[in-house]
């Protein structure tokens, strides 16, 4: 199961709630062949705050980081093409 992180494009995959998933896809087994899920059934899991907070600023933390590798990536797509358009109008030699 995947969940999509907010204003992210990518789904992020918790490994901490093995339980909770299998609890999850039981239930929804269930929901599939009978005509009503009871919710009450359904166990969430209970993350203490200061664990929640660490786990968002570890989610804060590595979304900067990929923002910061796409930055890269498009700022080394643009010196390539830079240097395409130089070879090719003589601004730049090649040796």
Do not use: C, K, N
């Given at each position: 199961?995947?969940?999509?992180?907010?204003?992210?494009?990518?789904?992020?995959?918790?490994?901490?709630?093995?339980?909770?998933?299998?609890?999850?896809?039981?239930?929804?087994?269930y929901a599939s062949t009978a005509a009503r899920l009871d919710a009450r059934r359904l166990q969430l899991p209970r993350v203490p705050l200061a664990e929640q907070r660490?786990?968002?600023?570890?989610?804060?933390?590595?979304?900067?980081?990929?923002?910061?590798?796409?930055?890269?990536?498009?700022?080394?797509?643009?010196?390539?093409?830079?240097?395409?358009?130089?070879?090719?109008?003589?601004?730049?030699?090649?040796?």
């Amino acid at each position: 199961m995947t969940w999509t992180w907010p204003g992210r494009r990518r789904p992020v995959v918790p490994r901490r709630i093995p339980a909770w998933d299998r609890q999850h896809r039981q239930a929804g087994s269930y929901a599939s062949t009978a005509a009503r899920l009871d919710a009450r059934r359904l166990q969430l899991p209970r993350v203490p705050l200061a664990e929640q907070r660490r786990y968002g600023e570890r989610f804060r933390e590595l979304a900067a980081f990929e923002d910061a590798l796409r930055t890269a990536g498009r700022l080394g797509g643009q010196l390539v093409q830079g240097m395409y358009d130089g070879l090719t109008d003589g601004t730049v030699t090649p040796g």
